[in-house]
Structure formats: C-alpha cells, structure tokens
C-alpha cells in the first residue's frame, strides 16, 4: 500500500505540472481544448492525491508500521479515532495532508467555474496547479510519509525494517481539538491560494474588472472563518492540555496563524472600497499577494525548525526550499504588478477625511502594522542570531506593548465605523451618532473607576467594549426601526428582515460583536491569579473567593497510559459548588511522556483552573497549582458569535450585490444550457 | 496486482485528461462568449451603484447624513447611474439578461460569421445561417434547418 501511495504522488505531480502547462499552453495559442485538457489533468491530479490520502490513512488502520510516517506517529494502542488524526500527527503525513487539501479546493475552483471566467481560468489553474507541484515535490522528495524504514546491519548492509510497534501519537496531540485543529487551520492557510490565483490571473490576462473579488469573496471568507477557527482551536488546545494557565503565548507558530489572519481582515475590509469606489486596486492585490505568502511562511516557521516552538515539528531540510519559493512568489507577483499598474488605477479619490473609506483605510494600516509587528518580534530571535550570533528570544512584553494599543485602536474603529457613510458624513451627524455610546462607555469607565479598577488598558478595554456594544446594538434598532416605518412591519420581524435583507452589513456587525466579546475575555487576563502547593488529603489550597480541599487520591490503567488523579472538593464562599479531579497520565510510549490534565470550573465571570504537577520523592504530597482566570468564558462565546456572524454574511442573498455578482454566471449558465443542446 | 492497478489508474487518467483534445473544437466558441465582457462589467457597476443608492437613503433615513449631504451624494450618484445607463443605452442592453445574453450572443455570431465570409458553396457550414455544422448532423445546430446533402462524414 505504501508503493501504491507513492504511485498515486508521482502521478499526481506528473497530471498538475501537465495541467499548468497545457493550462498556459491553451490560453496563449488559444486552443480551448488544450486548456479543458489541462483542467480536467487538475481534477485527475486531484483523485490521485485522495487515493494517495487514502493509502495513508488505511496504513495507519491497519497498524502496517512499513510505512515511516505510521511507525513515528502511530501505535497498536492508540484509539480509533486517534489512529485517524495520527495522519497529520507527524511531519510528513501532515505535508500529505497539507497537499490533500490543497488540492481539494484548488480541484473545487477549477470545477466551479468550469463554465465561468473562462479568460481567467487558464492562468487559475496554472497558478493553483504550480502551488501543489511545489508541495507535491517536497512530500515526494523530501517529506515522504510512505517513505520506508531501514536497518544497517553490522556489515553495513542495508536491511527494509519493520517495527513491532510504533512510536505513538504525541500524547498532548491526544485531545479533541487537537484532532480537528490542523485541517481546519490547514484550511485557513491554503485558502488564500484562491484569491490569489485569481488576482494573478487578472493581471496576466489584464483583466480590469473586479471579477477576480466577486467570485473568490466566498472563499476568502470562507477562509478567513477557518483561520480564526482554527487559531481558536488552538488556543483552547493550550489553555486545557498544555496547562500553563493561559490561551496565548505569542509562540512563533501561534503568531504565524495570527498574521495572515490581520492581513486578511484588512484585506476584507479595504475590497469593499474597491467593490464601492473603484479605488485601493493596487493595495487589495498587494494584500492577497502578502496574505497568500504569510500562509506558506506560517507552515515554512512549523517545518523548517527555524524558530523553537511546541506546535513546531523537529528540525527539518525543508527550509530553503520554502525560502526560495516564497521568494519566487514575492518577486513575480511584484513584477506583474508592477508591469500591470497602468490598468490598476483607481476610478475615483477620497473624498473627505470623515468618510467610511478613511476609516477602512485607517483599520488597514492598523492591522498591517500589528501584523508587521509580529512579524519582527517572531523572526527577531533569527534576525538576531544572524547579525550578532546570539539568539535573543522576544517575549510577550515586546509583543503586549505593541499590540494592546493597537487592539484597542481597532475596538475603537469597530465602534465607529459605522458612523461614516462613503464619501463624507458631517461632523453634526457624527456628533449625534456618537452621543448615546459615548455616555454609555465614559459611564463604564467611570463604574470601573468606582468598582477600584487600576489597570488602565482593561479598563479601556472594557469601557471601549460598551461603547462598540452599544454602537451595534444603535445600528440594529434604528435600522429596524426605519425599516418598520417603510414596510409596516413589526420590531421583530423589521428587525430579522433586516438582516436578512443586508447580510454582508449586518453579518459584519455580528462579527464585530464577536470581535467584542473577545476582547471582553482578553481584557480579563489583567486580573489573572496563581497559587500553588503540595497537599496532602484532607489539607486545603486558597485562591481568591475559592476553597480547594484535597479528598482523595486516585491511580488507574487505561489502554495507552496509567493515571494518578487527586479529588478536590471546591467551595466557594464556604459553599461546595464542585468538585475537580486534575489528573497526571503517563503514556505507555516509548519515551514514556507524561502530561497533566487540566482540571476546569467555568463561568462567565471566571475560570477556576487547576493543574496536579506531581508528587513529592516520598510519594505523600501532590502538588497543586490552581489559577482564577476572569472572563476567559467570553473568549470562546465571541469566538462562536464571530462563526455565526461570518455563516450569515455567507448565506447566499436574493438581491443586492450578490445577485449582481451572480449575473455573469446566469448568463455563463445560458450558454452552457445552449452549448449542451448542441 | 499494485502494477495492474496503477496500469488501470494511469489509463484512466491519461483518457479522462486527454478526451478534449480529440473533440470537436466547439470550445472555440464557448470560450468566446463565456468571457467577461465589458457588458458584464457595466451590468455589475449598475447594480452596486443602485444598491449605493439605496444605502445611501437608508444611511439617511438613520440619521447618520444631513440633508445637504444627502442631496449632493444622491445627485452625484445618480450622475454616475446616469452615465453606465447610457452606455448600457448605447450598447443596446439594459431591459433585462434574457435580451442581454440574445444580443450579446447575435452580435458575437454575426462578428465570427462576418469574419468568415460568404458559406455560399461551403459544405463546412450552415446554407441558411451561416454557422459552422458539426460532423455526422442532420439539421444545423444554429438554425434548425435540415442540412440534406452536406451532411458532413
């Protein structure tokens, strides 16, 4: 099965080099045919890499430890369901994975617009099908999963060597979220391949039109959703397994998820002036350019070893490779731009200062200034390293000064905004919008004040998120209101038609709802408190309005580790409200890796986490390390609202700019209807 | 067996990736008119500044612009619709997509046909209409008219 995978590789790189070629081919001596050849080529290419995904996965199923990949990240032992997600537990498989899926949406693309964009689609599938030749080639040559092991006997002969066992799954890859949390985010890294395909595209076939952003929109949203999913993913995947209290560490890997995430929201935003105003044509490319290469940087910091992490794999070969692609793709996207500037001029200038435009382009600079931020503090230790020969390793205080302010600057957008109309809005209708918010945030700032609050972004954060709150909540009620007026129809119903009639505007206000709420929940960690200490049954751990008493101590055997739990009943005020059991696994691996399961009590006004560490040499005490985390609860709730905002901006709409967008594939739709009754 | 099965599989492949190059070449056309054409491009303008138009009244309506503000911003949007609708005039489109792709195709058919000269005396094409036949048909994929002797073999 392992040949027969490799089988499926090679093909599948011959069937999309072919399929760029014939792609490119077609379109310059227009031949038609050549260039149907050449996608059909990129849906061959894209089974082939399925079957390949196939044979992985039915190696791992079957405990077949031939395969490199199988013996490394899997084990005889190891649960069903953890055998499945052991595919992309290791380098090479998760390679196969990244390869899988890129092939999967570019093969859905090119599917898709099948009978659409046809002056646009050879250099589409040209461009998507160069990107997997390149993966194709490091999983083939480099990071092979079907790879095989060998033994060198003691005459130096080489001998094919299967294992009994494997190595196991990494044992803090064991966890939900953990499973779901590379293909979603896989998925928010390669998507940007799309708008990026068809924003080279444009250029090539000078195409001027805003086509390329209509139809690739749904993907970049689309995208955009499984970058912030999966970044959330993680987060929650450190803050219950890894258990050192907290969600985010501005870990390089962390941060290489977050940049292409800010260059993407600036990119949302600021395409909305191009579809409105005909203006920003050069920064929206240059943006997807920069997004798209912030994708394959994100997966290069994980492969390359460059940056030390605990998401990273070990160190591998990979390096230069993704430094000279990532360098090829800056250089021609650069010089097609470039070559093509003439056609990218912009219809219309700004009007006004206090116009929605400026305040997009304000939210951009934002945005590509705290990314750029991240950018330095993640590559400074490198930087460093290369210019004086020391490593100086950046820590959260680099990245927490930057980019708390800059946070905050953009919760202040997020709440007006919305206030500007295009073009120009006048400083008395400003006046009049801001009023109400305005009260409703200095008056939480002030009860704050009162409450005894001191830290001064925390409470500028949380005085901020009333004001954005209240600004949103304006936005729905006058707009129902209005709507009312007009159409007869009561609150509620104005209120659901409403949204349903505007769904990119007022999806949008529900993911800056979401936007909201997180910040509630980051604003929180300024409050943060830790106590730690060895217990023995029936002793007590204090922490903040929190009892912890230890009860008992527990040891057991599962299929893949033993266990040793300790039980702590919590009070609360003197009130027993629950009791937690964090718990101690070692793994029956080979190295034998321990970890500790965090034990969680939440509520939205805070999280009571407690973490067992060990136990004394003598084997009486256990040691306890408990945080109260405020707010953390909001985290997640405003990561699921964000989610929901986005499904409703993506619903598809009966009007509006969405059926305008569709009005070319009606058309494309007709004669296809014509070309078919041939 | 594993050679067998790759044999089948690169059959496959190599058949279903190289089918289009021994067809017929009625993509030609289809490339043609499945382009985005400056049509489509006036159409779209048209319909985002419609819906700008109606942002902006509702943006009004809200209280979010004055009225001097509106009126200007209305009358320089419509000057805008005014001029796309013109073009569209000119163009002779803009009383709906059915019309829109009808003439759109007619004129791209009459510009191949022109291109092409006369069919007087070509067996290749269509007597009546002018377009190309297609091999082994009876009757004009274009026009519907019976193709008697020039059945094409």
């Avoid at chain 1, 250089?331 to 006004?352: C, N, T, V």
């Avoid at chain 1, 499904?647 to 305008?660: D, E, N, Q, R």
């Avoid at chain 2, 013109?86 to 002779?92: I, N």
Wanted: aromatic share 12%; charged share 15%; net charge positive.
């Amino acid at each position: 099965m392992g040949d027969f995978g490799n089988f499926c590789l090679l093909l599948a790189f011959c069937l999309a080099a072919y399929a760029a070629l014939a792609a490119i081919l077609g379109a310059v001596q227009k031949q038609p045919r050549l260039v149907h050849s050449g996608e059909r080529a990129a849906m061959a290419s894209c089974a082939s890499i399925s079957l390949a995904f196939g044979s992985l996965l039915y190696l791992l199923l079957s405990d077949d430890f031939s395969a490199s990949h199988v013996a490394n990240a899997s084990s005889r032992a190891l649960p069903l369901f953890y055998k499945i997600a052991a595919l992309w537990g290791a380098h090479d498989g998760s390679m196969l994975l990244w390869v899988f899926i890129t092939a999967l949406i570019s093969g859905i693309v090119i599917r898709q617009n099948r009978f659409r964009h046809r002056d646009l689609m050879p250099y589409v599938t040209a461009v998507l099908m160069f990107n997997l030749v390149f993966f194709l080639l490091l999983n083939i040559f480099i990071s092979n999963p079907f790879s095989q092991l060998v033994a060198v006997s003691a005459d130096g002969t080489m001998q094919k060597y299967i294992p009994e066992d494997g190595q196991g799954l990494n044992p803090l890859l064991q966890y939900w979220a953990m499973v779901i949390h590379p293909p979603i985010l896989y998925v928010g890294f390669i998507g940007f391949v799309i708008p990026f395909a068809f924003a080279m595209a444009s250029l090539i076939a000078r195409q001027p039109g805003d086509a390329w952003i209509r139809t690739t929109r749904p993907w970049t949203l689309l995208t955009w959703l499984f970058l912030g999913a999966g970044l959330m993913l993680g987060a929650k995947w450190a803050y219950v397994v890894l258990g050192w209290g907290g969600y985010w560490g501005w870990d390089p890997v962390e941060n290489s998820a977050l940049m292409p995430w800010l260059t993407g929201t600036a990119f949302l935003h600021s395409v909305v002036i191009q579809e409105r105003r005909g203006m920003l044509k050069v920064w929206n490319i240059l943006l997807v350019v920069v997004t798209f290469l912030l994708g394959i940087f994100g997966t290069f910091l994980t492969r390359s070893g460059i940056v030390s992490s605990v998401h990273a794999f070990a160190d591998s070969n990979l390096g230069k490779f993704f430094i000279g692609y990532m360098l090829f793709v800056l250089s021609a996207s650069l010089f097609l731009i470039a070559h093509r500037l003439p056609m990218l001029k912009g219809e219309h200038a700004l009007d006004s200062i206090l116009s929605r435009e400026s305040a997009f382009l304000f939210n951009n600079l934002l945005l590509v200034v705290a990314c750029f931020a991240i950018l330095w503090g993640t590559m400074f230790p490198v930087l460093s390293e290369w210019v004086r020969g020391s490593k100086i390793t950046v820590g959260s205080p680099f990245f927490n000064s930057i980019n708390i302010p800059i946070g905050l600057l953009l919760l202040f957008l997020t709440g007006v905004g919305p206030f500007f109309a295009w073009r120009k809005t006048s400083a008395a209708s400003l006046r009049r919008a801001f009023f109400w918010p305005s009260i409703l945030g200095v008056a939480a700032c002030s009860a704050l004040i009162i409450g005894g609050m001191r830290h001064f972004y925390s409470m500028m954060a949380l005085a901020l998120a009333v004001f954005v709150i209240a600004t949103i909540a304006l936005e729905f009620i006058k707009g129902a209101r209005v709507r009312g007026k007009n159409t007869g129809e009561n609150f509620l119903r104005a209120l659901a038609n409403l949204v349903m009639k505007n769904k990119r505007r007022y999806g949008g206000y529900i993911v800056h709802f979401g936007v909201v709420l997180i910040f509630i929940g980051i604003a929180g960690s300024a409050f943060n408190k830790q106590e730690s200490r060895q217990l023995v049954s029936g002793q007590e751990l204090s922490i903040g309005s929190y009892n912890l008493k230890m009860t008992d101590y527990k040891e057991g055997n599962q299929e893949s580790y033993t266990y040793g739990k300790v039980i702590l009943q919590v009070y609360k005020n003197g009130k027993h409200i629950a009791t937690l059991t964090p718990e101690r696994r070692q793994f029956k691996t080979a190295n034998q890796q321990t970890t500790a399961t965090v034990a969680l009590h939440s509520t939205p006004k805070e999280d009571l986490y407690v973490i067992f560490t060990g136990v004394s040499s003598d084997g009486t005490k256990f040691e306890i390390v408990a945080y109260v985390n405020p707010l953390v609860f909001w985290v997640w709730v405003g990561t699921l609202v964000l989610i929901l905002g986005t499904m409703v901006t993506l619903l598809p709409g009966h009007k509006g700019m969405l059926a305008a967008s569709q009005e070319p594939f009606l058309k494309s739709a007709a004669l296809k209807a014509i070309l078919e009754s041939k | 067996m594993l050679i067998f099965a790759c044999g089948i599989i690169v059959l496959l492949a190599g058949f279903y990736t190289l089918l289009p190059l021994f067809r017929d070449s009625g993509g030609n056309m289809e490339a043609e008119l499945l382009t985005e054409s400056g049509l489509d491009r006036l159409l779209y303008q048209k319909a985002i500044l419609y819906s700008t138009l109606k942002d902006l009244e509702f943006e009004f309506k809200v209280g979010r612009l004055a009225r001097e503000d509106f009126r200007q911003l209305e009358s320089a949007y419509k000057a805008e619709a005014a001029m796309i609708l013109q073009k569209l005039d000119q163009m002779g489109a803009g009383t709906g997509l059915d019309e829109a792709i009808e003439r759109d195709i007619a004129a791209r058919k009459a510009e191949m046909f022109a291109s092409a000269g006369s069919p007087k005396g070509d067996p290749s094409r269509c007597q009546s209409c002018g377009a190309m036949l297609l091999p082994g048909k009876k009757f004009c994929a274009d026009c519907g008219k019976a193709i008697g002797d020039t059945v094409l073999q």
